[in-house]
């Protein structure tokens, strides 16, 4: 590791902390789309939005730079997944990181969590480092994970199979849990998700004309290590451009957005039907191509990726995903980063226009193709209405809100031209009809 993150400074006046979270986990309601309108009905409670689906992943590779140390401190980022990616597969973690991710998450705002090595770890240096963490610094970290992609990371260089790695992470996880009962372990961190049996992660990874003939990852930890996983944790990257030699597309990232309640869905139903139990889900890195491409219409450091990224956190929240991490916060090379340099990439803008959403989730349903809506009560009695359009023309859509008739609503919006800025009150449209600009977030703050 060349560069630690420039945090020392900051040590001597910082001190860890993080609250608990919620994990319960509503079944989602069914949602009804009024044709051609956007509908919200606010007395209808879809239940608690978790503080975690504002997270991210952060790693001593890719340290913030210090000139963009504030607007890290400034992201509205609620959770940081550190070590970000393979290099905990590769490294051990030390102390002295630890100290520098506590510092930082509660700098930001956020909660630490922290991925222990699989590969090439025990159970005793896991359980190290959760006594140096919570016992010798009561920094109280609650959130923990056990390696890193296991189908990917350790099957493509090691061999390992699902049965090796299930008996090593439940080992791995009773010798942490013995050390704080209290921490919530997360698992297994799968390189993929999809909608069905065929579209996830297989033990051996080569096809084969029968798929019944491989294992499947989830279903055998789930049978392993169900009565022990705290929180079932998957990645999505549903891009990789550099393996299909063909650059994505706008409209591919359009579709793809259609993909992620069948996801939670189909993830869901394996968890209850395996275990008996409803375990909440997180998303624990996520992107739109898992390959380090860059300045795309539609690559990880586009502008079209924010108004992407906007709506499935939109779809993770109405399915009540517990943890959502997008991958990453900082990268000096590849076009994940929300900090790129002396750059804010647009993603970054995300986090800033969700900050003002609610933490209640209300009834909310779009009839109209590639527009959604989102809406949420906030503790000041606000009701907020998440807007996106990812079409490439300017939209008029009717909006009715059930039971109230407002004058005024506050108004913020990300578009080409506008980088999630607070446009003040504004009158509601006399016919009705919000204007939602092409590729673009709008968001209303509605009282009463």
Not at 290 to 308: C, K, L, Y
Not at 384 to 402: A, G, S, V, W
Request: proline residues 6%; charged residues 20%; contains cysteine.
């Amino acid at each position: 590791m060349k560069r630690l993150f420039l945090i020392t400074a900051l040590m001597s006046v910082l001190s860890a902390g993080c609250g608990p979270a919620r994990t319960a986990t509503p079944t989602p309601a069914a949602v009804t789309a009024q044709p051609g309108r956007l509908y919200v009905d606010p007395g209808r409670d879809m239940g608690p939005i978790s503080l975690y689906v504002y997270g991210t992943n952060y790693g001593p590779e890719n340290a913030v730079p210090a000139n963009m140390i504030q607007a890290a401190f400034d992201s509205h980022i609620s959770a940081l997944r550190f070590p970000d990616g393979r290099w905990g597969s590769e490294n051990d973690i030390y102390p002295n990181q630890i100290d520098t991710l506590v510092a930082l998450s509660k700098k930001m705002g956020a909660i630490p969590i922290i991925s222990v090595r699989f590969q090439n770890g025990t159970p005793e240096a896991a359980a190290a480092l959760v006594h140096y963490a919570n016992i010798e610094q009561g920094y109280h970290i609650t959130y923990w994970s056990i390696g890193n992609e296991p189908d990917y990371e350790l099957l493509n260089r090691k061999a390992i199979d699902t049965v090796y790695f299930n008996a090593q992470w439940r080992a791995i996880a009773e010798a942490m849990k013995t050390v704080d009962p209290t921490i919530k372990i997360m698992g297994p961190e799968l390189s993929q998700w999809g909608v069905k049996v065929a579209e996830t992660p297989k033990f051996p990874s080569t096809k084969t004309p029968n798929i019944q003939e491989r294992k499947d990852w989830m279903t055998e930890f789930l049978k392993a290590n169900g009565d022990l996983v705290d929180i079932v944790a998957v990645h999505r990257y549903p891009e990789y451009a550099l393996l299909t030699k063909t650059p994505i597309t706008l409209d591919t990232l359009r579709q793809n957005t259609l993909e992620w309640e069948p996801m939670v869905a189909y993830l869901r139903t394996m968890i209850h039907q395996i275990t008996g139990r409803d375990i909440p889900i997180a998303f624990t890195e996520v992107n739109s191509d898992s390959g380090a491409v860059t300045e795309g219409m539609a690559t990880p450091d586009s502008f079209f990726n924010a108004i992407w990224y906007a709506d499935v956190l939109g779809r993770l929240i109405s399915e009540h995903v517990f943890m959502v991490n997008q991958f990453e916060l900082s990268n000096r090379q590849a076009g994940w980063g929300l900090i790129f340099n002396s750059e804010l990439r647009p993603t970054y803008y995300v986090f800033q226009m969700y900050s003002h959403f609610g933490n209640e989730q209300v009834f909310a349903s779009s009839g109209m193709g590639f527009v959604s809506v989102y809406a949420a009560k906030r503790a000041d009695g606000s009701l907020t209405l998440m807007m996106i359009n990812l079409t490439d023309y300017e939209k008029r859509i009717p909006l009715q809100i059930k039971g109230m008739s407002p004058s005024q609503a506050e108004v913020w919006l990300f578009d080409a031209t506008h980088k999630a800025e607070d446009l003040g009150a504004q009158a509601m449209p006399a016919d009705g009809k919000v204007i939602l600009p092409a590729q673009s977030i709008t968001m209303y703050a509605i009282t009463k």
